[in-house]
Structures are given as structure tokens and as C-alpha cells.
């Protein structure tokens, strides 16, 4: 591709660009057509060739080989600390951001140089323009062209299978309706040809470099002979990861994208915000902990420029953090079942006949929701992130804010300014991503995919810049990107629906977050009852499930359950009605209190220690008194069956009626006969002991130590668990095989260290209990073959 040409588009008066691009476009397009039937036919022929002597390379050889090129980024986003300086782009820039997603970096290790030129040299350029299309436009760069063309023009792109038409500059006048309907912007279109022509350029000398003892002639000759479609296999390794598998969708093609994993990550997603609901009013310790990370990033950390604290009085305090837990709990568990119902109505619908065009599609509405919602719940995080990012301990020191009056109403509310400038991001360049979540110009500028990438990026070169984040920050970084990879899906299953919010067919973000999502009302927070039962989870909790049931350890357990049960009934008794449309009363009322019984220390466990403690005499410890997290914990006795009556047979008679004879009909549905054997799974003794810690009975031995995090890892993949790696610190850990109800289950690790403490590893167990229904009795050991 010649520079020269390129820079006189850059460089054009606007006067001259619609004609000059005109005759340029045609020459583009031409290019690359012709680019990818030469590229087709080589691959036809020597595909297999070009796959093992690619795999035979070294790395240093791979590197040399794509290095070739002078124009693409060596390093995964090379430029990026230019971009941090903020310094003009220059042409530099320009040409840098003309390649999608494209690095040395990336492309030399494993099979993405071989995905990418089976996706893009056998398949025609229409179908990557979507994806192009929003590269471009969330291009730092992009304004360097788009507003150099009227107006009134547009470029097709999209649908375009032609070579006619492909890239055809239209004006308003020629268009039958809204023009941007069915065209793109033209100088988003030619970055859009840049980048495509570009790439394929760069395969066509990579392959010509590969197959350097072929000449021009014997590479497009029919000798050999055309051979089948050579499969690319993926990426090999013990742990799939969401992030790599994000990575290599651009050398993909659109259709090769499975839209049932996403499914699985947001049905995942669900039942964790569902276990967190719970474990808050079951676990009085994970409830204390979470009010006090909530306190960790409130404003009352901000140093303030008026010398307060930050806090105007122990009772806001105490309400305020708890109204806020309560709110989001419920507020994520809502997010994450609406966004499941769309996907659901989405690959329902998918399964119908094509839907290739817009005349013909039958699932509009639930697309259009899915991307209003998903929009307004990134809009709603991007925010929270912000708040957390400047009230937390890392960052704090840089931020303060101080109260400003609302006009007349006297209400006061915080202003965040910048203490500190952030001048260690060339040494620490988390800082700077981190502080760009804060910066409204910034998020203006980059956009927030390339935020999260350059954010993963950097925590997978240097871990320890993860001292600069906080487990809190990360599960919401996670959830962001989880949003923004739903977005990314549906803009690649159907383009269209990203353009259609121009033409106001979309509620707005208000109107439609009334209808599906409504706060709590105020008066649940208010009183003197709550804040006096809130006041214990604020202070030092002494709460020793971790030790022996003993008689003074059982009543402490049973004083802080009651008070934690006495605040959540305070709570509900304003939240849930019998005739209530809330939906966070909805939420409450889908998550079944029966099915779950909260585990709870009886007056009967207390009564038996204490004539244990009297007595001085060790004794074996019912079933009724093991630990609220102990998953063989029964509510209920042994239930009575009564015994089978003895029925004489007869000797003579139909033999068809001796099975309906033989059946018992007062036995119940219900009994131990019909129902079917507990699951039991095999697992070598190192496991087995991970598990024994997961399901800990406290009354019988002594609390365990600490876990690895790798080790429970091991141990999930050997009870059958895929193991996949998500965002940030999150893990995903899905069940194989025929099984019955959720095989999904999403767990973050240790943060900031990588092992699991005891308290920790309990309430996991109580997790899998929940999800997976396994108990201490469902592992046995492996016996070693011999």
C-alpha cells in the first residue's frame, strides 16, 4: 500500500476530498478483491504447507517474519504512553490505528497469524465491516477524517456483496430514506478500506515470505492440485481463557462466534449475585465484611478540602452503607436476569430461519432491548467504578472533594478534585488507566474497551501493579467488560442494531429503566431500629463460627444470627408486599426462601452443649448441631415410613397383573425407595482433602489451613469442572457431562494474595452445596491403578 496516497487523503482540502476519494475508493476496493482471491487460491493449494512450516518456526522467526512489514505496532498498544502524554497525532497515529487489533506481539505466538489468514483470505470483506466500522469509530484518531467530508455523503459498506457497491459513495439524494441508515460515515469508511486493505496486504507478503521457494507462478498455479479447507486448531492449554478467546474474535469470522457461551457466563453471573443475596442474610461474617469494603470505598476516605471527615454522623454512616449494600445486591441480581432473558429470547429466536436481513427479523424487540439495557447498566457501572476508584485506599491520596450547595434547597453534595496530578503513570501505567474511569475527557478520548484491554494487559506483564486496585473494583471491572463482551456479540450477530438508537426507536434510558428497575423506597433505611441493629456489624463482630461448638461459642453464634435476622426482617417488612411490582421486590420473590433454608443455631444445639459442658464427657454431637455452612446440616428428623404390608399372591390369574400386585399403593412418592442414590465422585487424595476443607464440619477436628488457590483449581478440574479464566480475578467453573439443573458457577480469587482461608473456603463450599447440590459424602477417594 502506498503511504504517499494515503497521507493525500489525510492531508486533503475538503473541497477535493468527495472527488478525489471517489476515484480512490475504486482503486481500494479493487485491490482488495483481488487481494483475497489470490490470497484463496494460495490457500487452496498450500494451506497445509503453510500451517506446518508456520508451526516449525521459532519465535524469534515468527517475530522476524511479521516484523517485515515496518507499519504495524510491534507491542500490544506501542503508542499508548504517546496517547497518555496527550500529544497531537501525527501520522504516526493515523497509521498505527488503521490496523484492527493487529500486533507482532500477539500474532507470534500460537495459531492467531493462521486464524487470521483462514478468516480473512477466504471470506469476502463485507462481512468484517461491522466490526471495522466500530473500531473506527471508537478510534482515538478518528476525527482526523470523519470530519473532513460533507455531510450529506455516505459510504456503503455493509450487506455490500459486490464489488460494484462495496464502499460506493452515495449522496442523501440517491438514498431511499435515512441515509446513514444504510450508509456510514465517509471517512469512517475509508478508514474502514485502509484497515482492510492494509491487513490483507500484510498476509499476502507473510504467506509469500513463508513459501519463499515457490515463485508468483507456482503459488497461484492449479499444480498441486486444490486441496480440502485446512482446520486451524485453537490455542492449546490447561485453562481456557475468556480474554484470549475475546482476543482472537477479530481474526474470526462474525458467524464463527458462539453465542451459548455467552449464556453460560451470564447464567453463571446470576446464580453468584444470587448466592451473594443470600450468603448476606445467612453468613452474619460475610454480611460484616461486605459493610465494611462498602466503608472502605466510601467518601469518608476522601481527603476533604474543608478538614471534615467526610461522614456527618455515625447514623447516616450506618444506614447509608447499608441501604447501599442492600441496593446493589438486589440492583445486580435484577441486571444480570434481564440481561439472561434477552440472550434466552435471542437464541430462541436465532434458531428460526435466516435472519439476514432486517425485513425478516422476528427477534427485533428483545435485540433493542438487550442493547438499551446493556448501555445503561455500562453507563450506571462506568459510574460506580468511578466513585469506588476515588474513595479507595490506593488512589485516595490523589482526590479530594468538598460539599457544595444545590441552588435553594440546601441539599449539599460531593465535588471530586484532583489533589495529586497523576504523574507516575510511565512507572505505574495502572494508575493512569485507573484514573481515566474518573476523567470524563478521557473516557471521551479512548474508549472503554481499549481501557479494559490495556488494563488486562498490563496486570498480565506486572502483577504487582495490582496493588493499585482492590478486590471490590476488580469484580466491578469484571462485570464491565462482561457488558461490554454482550455488546460486542450482538453488534457481531446482527450490525444493524447498533445504528437504529439515531432513529429514536429506543425508549429513553430513564423511561425504561422505570419500568424494569425501581429503587427501594426510602423509608426502608430510616429509624432508629436499624441503625441500632446495624451498629454491631461495624465494630469488631465476634462471631467464631471458624471454632469448636462449644457452649459460650454456640450462644455468641445464636445472639449475632438473631440480630442479623431481626435487620433483614426490618427490612423486608418494607419491601415486600403481597400486591408489589417492584422489581426488587420481584427479585426477592424469584429467589424461593424455601429452597435454600437459612442455617441457623438452635436453641436445642445450645441446650445439648451445655449438658456436654456440665457433663465434662465427650459424646458424639447430633446432626442438629453442625455449623450453618456445614452442607450435611438437616432441619428436619429421619421421617417415618410406615412398614410394607405382606400381600399373598394368588397362584392362578392373569401373569400381567403379578407387577400391579406386587406394588405397595400406601407407600408415599416421596420415600427413600424412589428416590435416586446420592452422587458420588472419585477424586485422587490430594483433592479429596481440598474438599474436606470446602465441606469443614467444625464439631468433629480442627479448623484447616490455608488453600491454595491453584490447588482448589486442580481439584475442581478433577471433579469434573472446566475451568475458564474471566476478566480480572474471576474464574468460571463449568460441570461436563448430562447433569441436571445449573453446571455453571463463578468464583474470584484471593485478592491480593493467591491463597484461601478457612472462613472463606466454608462459604464457597455452602456455594457449590446451592449449585451443584455437592456435600462431604459426594467425594471418595481414588483408588490408584496398578
Known amino acids: 500500500m502506498d503511504l504517499t496516497t494515503e497521507t493525500e487523503i489525510f492531508s486533503a482540502t475538503q473541497e477535493t476530498n468527495i472527488k478525489f476519494a471517489k476515484s480512490y475508493v475504486v482503486q481500494l476496493t479493487e485491490s ?30 515468527r517475530i522476524e517474519l511479521l516484523s517485515a512489514s ?123 478500506l485502509f484497515m482492510q486493505a492494509r491487513t490483507l496486504e500484510f498476509l ?68 453468584a449475585a444470587e448466592d451473594h443475596i443470600w450468603t448476606l442474610r445467612e453468613d452474619p461474617s460475610y454480611f460484616a465484611d461486605c459493610i465494611r469494603v462498602q466503608g472502605e470505598h466510601g467518601w469518608g476516605n476522601t481527603r476533604d478540602l474543608l478538614e471534615k471527615t467526610g461522614q456527618k454522623g455515625k447514623t447516616d454512616m450506618v444506614t447509608t452503607r447499608i441501604a447501599k449494600l442492600f441496593l446493589n445486591a438486589y440492583d445486580s441480581f435484577g441486571v444480570w436476569t434481564f440481561v439472561l432473558g434477552c440472550i ?39 459510574h460506580e467504578i468511578g466513585t469506588a476508584l476515588r474513595t479507595s485506599f490506593p488512589l485516595s491520596k490523589n482526590y479530594a472533594y468538598q460539599e457544595e450547595s444545590e441552588g435553594d434547597s440546601g441539599r449539599t453534595y460531593p465535588t471530586v478534585k484532583t489533589t495529586n496530578a497523576i504523574k507516575h503513570y510511565k512507572n505505574d501505567p495502572i494508575v493512569w488507566i485507573l484514573h481515566a474511569f474518573v476523567d470524563p475527557n478521557k473516557l471521551s478520548t479512548i474508549s472503554i474497551p481499549v481501557l479494559l484491554n490495556n488494563w488486562v494487559h498490563v496486570l498480565r506483564n506486572d502483577p504487582k501493579q495490582r496493588r493499585f486496585t482492590t478486590a471490590f473494583i476488580e469484580d466491578m471491572l469484571m462485570d464491565l467488560a462482561l457488558l461490554y463482551e454482550i455488546e460486542r456479540q450482538v453488534r457481531a450477530f446482527q450490525p444493524w442494531v447498533r445504528r437504529m438508537e439515531t432513529k429514536g426507536k429506543i425508549l429513553a434510558d430513564k423511561e425504561w429503566l422505570d419500568k424494569n428497575m425501581e429503587r427501594a423506597p426510602e423509608e426502608v433505611f430510616e429509624g432508629n431500629l436499624l441503625q441500632q441493629v446495624g451498629e454491631i456489624f461495624f465494630k469488631r463482630l465476634d462471631y467464631p463460627c471458624d471454632k469448636p461448638r462449644t457452649y459460650e461459642n454456640l450462644t455468641k453464634m445464636a445472639m449475632v444470627e438473631r440480630q442479623l435476622d431481626i435487620l433483614w426482617n426490618t427490612i423486608d417488612k418494607h419491601t415486600i408486599t403481597e400486591d408489589d411490582d417492584n422489581s426488587v421486590h420481584i427479585s426477592l420473590g424469584l429467589i424461593d426462601p424455601e429452597t435454600y433454608g437459612l ?106 489451613g490455608e488453600i491454595p488457590f491453584s490447588d482448589f483449581r486442580h481439584a475442581m478440574a478433577s471433579a469434573g469442572c472446566k475451568t475458564q479464566k474471566l476478566w480480572g480475578s474471576a474464574w468460571s467453573f463449568e460441570r461436563t457431562g448430562d447433569i441436571e439443573g445449573r453446571k455453571t458457577i463463578q468464583i474470584h480469587e484471593p485478592h491480593p494474595g493467591g491463597k484461601i482461608a478457612y472462613y472463606i473456603a466454608r462459604r464457597w463450599g455452602r456455594r457449590l452445596e446451592r449449585t451443584f447440590g455437592w456435600t462431604a459424602e459426594t467425594f471418595k477417594r481414588e483408588e490408584r491403578r496398578r
Not at 478483491?33 to 522467526?61: E, F
Not at 507470534?108 to 469509530?137: E, K, M, Q, W
Not at 436465532?350 to 439495557?373: F, H, K, M, W
Request: charged fraction near 25%; aromatic fraction near 8%; include cysteine.
Open 32 to 61: 482488495i478483491y483481488a487481494t483475497i482471491k489470490s490470497l484463496r487460491a494460495v490457500l487452496d493449494r498450500h494451506g497445509l504447507t503453510i500451517q506446518k512450516r508456520w508451526n516449525k518456526k521459532s519465535h524469534p522467526k
Open 70 to 192: 515496518q507499519c504495524i505496532p510491534r507491542n500490544y498498544r506501542n503508542r499508548f504512553t504517546t496517547l497518555l502524554d496527550r500529544e497531537p497525532p501525527g501520522q504516526w497515529g493515523i497509521f498505527e490505528f488503521l490496523w484492527p487489533h493487529l500486533n507482532v506481539e500477539y500474532l507470534s505466538y500460537g495459531n492467531a497469524f493462521l486464524v487470521l489468514l483462514n478468516s480473512r483470505g477466504c471470506t469476502d470483506p463485507h462481512i468484517f465491516a461491522p466490526d471495522n466500522i466500530y473500531t473506527a469509530s471508537s478510534n482515538p484518531l478518528a476525527n482526523i477524517l470523519r470530519n473532513r467530508y460533507p455531510s450529506d455523503f455516505g459510504m456503503l459498506l455493509v450487506g455490500q456483496t459486490d464489488l460494484a457497491n462495496y464502499g460506493r459513495i452515495i449522496n442523501a439524494s440517491e438514498c431511499e430514506g435515512d441515509l446513514f441508515t444504510l450508509a456510514v460515515n465517509v471517512g469512517v469508511g475509508m478508514e474502514v
Open 204 to 271: 499476502r507478503r507473510c504467506v509469500c515470505d513463508i513459501m519463499h521457494d515457490y515463485t508468483i507462478m507456482d503459488l497461484y498455479n492449479a499444480v498441486p492440485a486444490i486441496i480440502p479447507e485446512t482446520k486451524v486448531l485453537t490455542n492449546d492449554g490447561y485453562f481456557d481463557s475468556l480474554e484470549s478467546m475475546i482476543q482472537d474474535a477479530p481474526y474470526r469470522t462474525p458467524k464463527a462466534l458462539d453465542f451459548e457461551k455467552l449464556r453460560i457466563l451470564v447464567d453463571a453471573r446470576k446464580s
Open 344 to 382: 434466552e429470547v435471542i437464541l430462541e429466536q436465532n434458531r428460526s430461519p435466516s435472519v439476514a436481513t432486517r425485513a425478516d427479523l422476528q427477534l427485533e424487540e428483545a435485540l433493542l432491548e438487550l442493547r438499551q439495557a446493556l448501555s445503561y447498566f455500562a453507563a450506571t457501572l462506568i
Open 599 to 704: 442455617r441457623r443455631v438452635t436453641q436445642a444445639d445450645i441446650q445439648h452443649a451445655r449438658r456436654l459442658h456440665d457433663a465434662s464427657i465427650p459424646a458424639p454431637i447430633p446432626a442438629t448441631t453442625q455449623a450453618f455452612q456445614f452442607p450435611t446440616y438437616e432441619t428436619s428428623g429421619p421421617s417415618f415410613h410406615r412398614p410394607k404390608e405382606k400381600i399373598k399372591r394368588k397362584s392362578r390369574g392373569p401373569a400381567d397383573d403379578q407387577l400391579e400386585k406386587e406394588q405397595d399403593p400406601d407407600e408415599p412418592e416421596g420415600s427413600p425407595a424412589a428416590e435416586s442414590p446420592p452422587e458420588v465422585i472419585f477424586v485422587p487424595l490430594r483433592d479429596l482433602n481440598i474438599f474436606k476443607t470446602l465441606f469443614h464440619n467444625p464439631n468433629t477436628d480442627r479448623p484447616p
